[in-house]
């Protein structure tokens, strides 16, 4: 695996609007800083723990995102330094994360995820409480959270047309909710696209794209 010669294959692929993330979990920082070295300063991970433990030791430019499953009682741990936490998917996620940015006295940039794929494994919220949530009296309350756009991964199939139909689903959900705009909802970013399906992600409107295995190998 040459990790540098990966992350340079594919941003030579990627439009010029689309913001890489490198998805590092399970990976070390070894193999961090090998991206680091090449110019990458994005890397995800979906365990706050391994993403702390990470921040600690690695070089303070980085940006980390949270791209898994988000529990709140974690959010203290990564509340000082996260730059954007993808999978936010209910209300109670938004309250905390809130107060845990007026502790720290920053913002927070959040995605809401929304559950655009027909498996019954993948989280997110249906559009209709994305919308529901951004018209709410509470999030006009929440002085420490940014919305920034929204998140979604596909189902997990070799079927094209069906991943399309999901990401195409997530674009104009995304292009619906755009319209709400206030001091703490700036919606931009569209994330969505792995190793797997980033390039039709980018055709169907993705402006930020999450892969992990086409950098940096495989993971056990
Ligand atoms: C692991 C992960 C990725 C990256 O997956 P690859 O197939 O390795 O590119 C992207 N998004 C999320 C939410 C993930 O958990």
Redesign the pocket.
């Known amino acids: 695996m040459n990790i540098q010669s990966n992350l340079e294959h594919i941003k030579a692929e990627l439009p010029d609007n689309v913001t890489l993330?490198a998805?590092s979990?399970t990976k070390p920082n070894e193999d961090i800083m090998e991206a680091y070295n090449a110019g990458q300063r994005i890397f995800?991970e979906?365990k706050v723990q391994e993403m702390t433990d990470k921040y600690e030791a690695l070089p303070k430019d980085i940006a980390w995102h949270m791209?898994?499953h988000v529990q709140s009682n974690k959010i203290k741990y990564m509340a000082p330094f996260v730059s954007l936490i993808?999978?936010v998917d209910r209300m109670k996620l938004l309250k905390e994360i809130n107060k845990q940015g007026e502790k720290n006295d920053r913002v927070i940039n959040c995605l809401l995820q929304i559950k655009i794929a027909e498996e019954d494994s993948k989280f997110g919220m249906t559009a209709d409480k994305a919308e529901e949530i951004l018209n709410s009296d509470a999030l006009a309350n929440y002085k420490f959270v940014n919305i920034t756009g929204v998140?979604g991964?596909a189902t997990f199939t070799d079927d094209e047309t069906q991943i399309r139909k999901e990401f195409s689903y997530l674009k104009t959900t995304f292009d619906k909710l755009k319209n709400y705009k206030s001091f703490n909802v700036n919606l931009e970013t569209i994330s969505m696209g792995?190793?797997?399906d980033?390039k039709i992600a980018i055709d169907s409107g993705s402006n930020m794209v999450?892969?992990?295995?086409?950098?940096?190998g495989?993971?056990d």
């Open positions: 993330v998805v979990k995800g979906n791209i898994g993808h999978g998140m991964m792995m190793s797997g980033y999450r892969i992990g295995s086409s950098i940096f495989k993971r």
